[in-house]
């Protein structure tokens, strides 16, 4: 196809404004699937993004469109993931497109990842087309939402495109306009290829799938390529295009998308945003702006039944052959045995990989507390990364303890911004600026990410009755007076529940979590100190009672059946159960003890 015939696009959209809904309708209008092969969310294959209603993993397909001019044209939408811990990803499949369109809901309005994607967008130099979904609903306001994205965002909204993606009203609208407002892509056929990696994962079929985006030049089935950034060599297999099922082509030439296998063996093996070009006559220079996704929270996998270490072993092996930015090493804790500390991109990722575990391996698992990554300056002048609370070095040989910051975008309605003001300023925040769009406040608080990472998101959503819209974005590390907090149960350590607090809040937070260990862990035989300690200094203390003989007494004797169901349930719950020294915890205690109320 020639470039003046091609539009490539991203739909940029706050959580259930409809992107999904709205790329099945432009799948569906242009005959691209036939209607007996359309089913509902097309592009979310994984089940799990199903229930969980997200897009994961960027997708893509391949529209061919008659416009009402008579001319044939190809556009290739790239769905990008709409959750911050992924937007290095989407920050790569932006470059790999022209233009995208701004879905906004407009019985809801602008929010905050409408604002953090849009802005992506921006930053790509897109020409970006304002799309209002969900009229057909009676709450629909169009005139208050097209003058809230100009005022927030900046971009004229006077043609925003009215639609239903739902119903399927201004579908056409809508590819008219992608075909005359957006800019065809631009590239020289005849210059050393240079393509984006822009995707990767891994098929049962296939093995390893990578997405590109031609930027300059052609590449053809049996090509010899390399990856600039890994240094790494192939023969490309197979090359086609996702309509949406994969179609074989013989060459994707500039501003086309499309897909390579090449025998690469694990998706590790790719880098997104890596440039791919000719082993031999290949381009000098690769693409600007590479940088590898790193992990920002860290925490503990262990199984609870010990026996099945070498289960979770493999299931976390396989999932990282598929996801480069999940990282992961053996840990050993006295608490909780053989297990893993793995590191995420943030907290979503962390519990769609915890989820997996689970739900394809089956395999239960006790998940430590999530922590960021810390930088100890030694008096010596050494320097330490800490990844994990239990390795904090002799706190008397420390020179300063420095902590990871972000600055988070807040969107909420007016009658719950006192709350929002409150959860940020007891999170530690210094509030950065705070301005009203409509009836609606945009707060900027500069926040530590450990005060984050655990239940803020959970929180927010309580706090605003689920109205409040929140994003975020790492900023860099800043000193604080930070320790290393310990319980004991028992008196002996658990490792798996150290936390790194700041010390003007470690009181609070050490009564917090003894209180609800207290509740969490049932009564033993014998009385059982539970207790919050900073460097062997007790700081909070509760005590759980023993059990009462006669409490137990009454299971012996009596009805059979019930005792057998008593001691089946017991069974049960032992299963989930930890021993620690001669005390057992049940797994929900790691979690549910850090939870902040
Ligand atoms: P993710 O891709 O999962 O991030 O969300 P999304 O933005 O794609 O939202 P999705 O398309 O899943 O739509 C969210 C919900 O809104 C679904 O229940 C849709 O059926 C509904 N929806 C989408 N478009 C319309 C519309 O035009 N009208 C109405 N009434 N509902 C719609």
Sequence with gaps: TDLAHIRNFSIVAHIDHGKSTLADRLIQETNTVSARDMKEQLLDAMDIERERGITIKANTVRIEYTADNGEHYVLNLIDTPGHVDFAYEVSRSMRAVEGSLLVVDSTQGVEAQTLANVYQAIDADHEIVPVLNKIDLPASDCDRVAEQIEDVIGIDASDAIRVSAKSGIGIHEVLEAIVHRLPAPTGDANAPLKAMLVDSWYDPYLG?????????????????????????????????????????VDELGPGEIGFITASIKQVRDTRVGDTITHEKKGADKPLPGFKPSVPVVFCGLF?????????????IEKLALNDASFSYEMETSAALGFGFRCGFLGLLHLEVIRDRIER??????????????????????SFVELHNPADMPDPSKIDHIEEPRIKATILVPDEFLGDVLKLCQDRRGIQQDLTYAGSRAMVVYDLPLNEVVFDFYDRLKSVTKGYASFDYQLTGYRADNLVKMQILVNDEPVDALSTMVHRDRAEMRGRAMCEKLKDLIPRHMFKIPIQAAIGGKVIARETLAALRKDVTAKCYGGDVT??????????????????????DIPQEAFISALKMD
């Design 208 to 248: 390893v799938v990578v997405l590109v985006r031609i930027m300059d030049g052609k590449l053809r089935k049996g090509d010899q390529i390399k990856m600039m950034q890994t240094g790494a060599r192939y023969g490309v297999d197979r090359i086609g295009v996702f309509r949406p099922v994969m179609q074989n």
């Design 303 to 315: 199984p609870v039944d010990s026996a099945e270490f070498e289960d979770l072993r493999d299931a």
């Design 360 to 381: 394809e391996y089956d395999i239960d698992l006790i998940t430590t507390a999530p922590s960021v990554i810390y930088h100890i300056y030694m008096k010596d002048g």
């Design 562 to 583: 019930r005792k057998k169901k008593l001691l089946e349930k017991q069974k049960a719950g032992k299963k989930k159960m930890r021993q620690f020294g001669k005390v």
